[in-house]
């Protein structure tokens, strides 16, 4: 059948699932595609902290018949052409915006952000159908007491203000962006700023979302990585600010829900969602999250009743693990505050998590009764590779598959470095050459590399030997999420 013969509602999906330059060319060469291309091509508007690029986005605000197809803006907080943009520092650009040069440079002067793009960002709230923000910092951070010298992009004196002019944007006293409800934050700072979580605009504006994405950036020492569990930052954020000030406000309200983060979280950093219950959630994605506790597994269940979507990536169950230092009743660490605390051998505390997959998914299985869709895997994003470094993950997530992998199950031990979250010594593959010749996870057993000795409590742990009590109750729950899919669809 030709194109053309389809309905436009038909039309109209293959216009949504073509990339950008195929949609161009309809535009100009269809006439009865141009309306809905045209559509497409302005319902999204990507900002960068250029002149020109504000020049090009003013030119859609003010066009009328543009202006109303704006449904999301994309702004990234930097460019690869600056190594360290500011924000404050005072210069000509603001100062007076009609020299004749200000709209040839703009950023690349200094680095200073232009006034044509801080006019616009300020403006954002007059795209009077925009429902979605998109916020992208640059990926690498660098912590308050700059362990890592690293030549980092944007410094916490750029991120904050930046951060905190978004937020007062779409809380404009005058055109507030009332029609956002979906936020996403990607390579947010885990070095929380108070006078921004706690202004008028943060509240108002987090009052009015349904959805939220984080990705969370933590400082990584590159010259001793192993250092990097031990950063404070991350600790108060997750344990405290991203509860505090993120999902507590939107609990009530929150339907789609993503957190991920470069670093493994959920045991260090803690981060306890058992004070939080979302009774609209509808969508959960975790990503780098670790399974240490059962009860991690129950609060996903509790939302059962609302819960359609479910995305794992890359979050693995944590079977044993040695720490070095003091665990509570629950094997959280009690004190890591002091950037000094090293391994001290004298301290080893080692424990063992029972629990494996194919309990969770039968536990799944019962109490995500409206599950529809199930992503389990890891995600092409995050892998230390410089590609998948700025590859969005939320994006990777959405067409995450379900599979087991063998990075399901891994171990942590603090004295092993450079990362103290440690697979199986040869948990991808048989040959580094030939990467179609997977070890069969039977032999695994025995190939974790760690610094167990062989006295330790508990013992040097074996890889779980389960995976067919996995597959099948991985299987089941499957066999439950597609009818339910199907069923959905023929309603």
């Known amino acids: 059948m030709p194109l053309l013969n389809l309905p436009d509602e038909l039309l109209v999906l293959c216009c949504d699932h073509v990339d950008i330059f195929a949609t161009r060319a309809l535009r100009l060469t269809c006439k009865r595609m141009m309306s809905m291309s045209t559509k497409r091509l302005f319902s999204h508007v990507h900002l960068v902290p250029t002149t020109e690029s504000a020049k090009k986005a003013r030119a859609i ?30 210069s000509w650009a603001d100062d007076d915006p009609e020299d004749p040069d200000h709209e040839e440079h703009g950023i690349e002067i200094d680095g200073e952000v232009s006034y044509a793009f801080k006019a616009l960002l300020n403006d954002i709230g007059l795209f009077n159908n925009l429902r979605r923000v998109e916020l992208n910092f640059d990926w690498e951070v660098v912590g308050l007491h700059g362990w890592d ?23 404009h006293s005058k055109h507030p962006a009332s029609k956002v409800h979906s936020l996403s934050i990607c390579n947010l700072h885990d070095v929380s700023d108070d006078e921004t979580l706690k202004s008028n605009d943060f509240q108002a504006v987090l009052s009015r979302i349904d959805t939220l994405e984080l990705l969370i950036a933590t400082e990584e020492d590159s010259g001793c990585p192993e250092r990097n569990i031990k950063f404070p930052e991350r600790h108060q954020f997750f344990g405290t600010d991203l509860i505090e000030f993120w ?94 605390v090293g391994w001290d051998p004298n301290s080893e505390t080692g424990w063992s998590f029972g629990s494996r997959w194919h309990d969770f998914f039968r536990k799944m299985t019962i109490g995500l009764q409206r599950l529809q869709h199930f992503g389990m895997a890891h995600g092409p994003w995050n892998s ?108």
């Open 149 to 171: 010298s690293g030549n980092h992009k944007e410094w916490t004196e750029y991120r904050v203000p930046f951060l905190r002019s978004v937020f007062g944007a779409l809380n």
């Open 61 to 90: 605000l003010e066009h009328k018949d543009f202006m109303p197809l704006v449904t999301t803006i994309s702004i990234k907080t930097s460019i690869d052409e600056v190594d360290h943009p500011t924000w404050d520092i005072e």
């Open 384 to 491: 230390g590779d410089d590609d998948d470094s700025v590859r969005p993950a939320f994006e990777a997530s959405t067409w995450l598959p379900a599979r087991l992998e063998i990075g399901r199950y891994l171990i942590f031990h603090w004295g092993t470095g450079p990362c103290q979250w440690i697979e199986p010594a040869s948990c991808r593959y048989a040959d580094e050459d030939d990467l179609m010749t997977k070890i069969p996870e039977s032999e695994l057993a025995d190939q974790y590399s760690c610094c167990w000795d062989t006295d330790d409590e508990p013992p040097l742990p074996s890889y779980p030997d389960c995976w067919d009590q996995d597959q099948e109750a991985f299987d089941v729950l499957m066999a439950a999420v597609q009818g339910r899919r199907a069923s959905k669809q023929s309603v």
């Open 247 to 340: 999902l507590a406000p939107v609990q009530h309200n929150l339907v789609n829900l993503k957190i991920y983060s470069n670093c493994y979280w959920g045991y260090l950093p803690k981060c306890d969602l058992r004070q939080l219950h979302f009774p609209k959630l509808k969508s959960l994605a975790f990503g780098n999250m670790t399974f240490t506790h059962d009860w991690q597994l129950d609060w996903i269940t509790s939302h059962g009743k609302t819960l359609e979507s479910l995305t794992l990536d890359d979050c693995p169950i944590v079977h044993d693990a040695m720490v070095a230092q003091a665990v509570d009743s629950e094997r959280y660490v009690q004190l890591l505050d002091d950037r000094s």
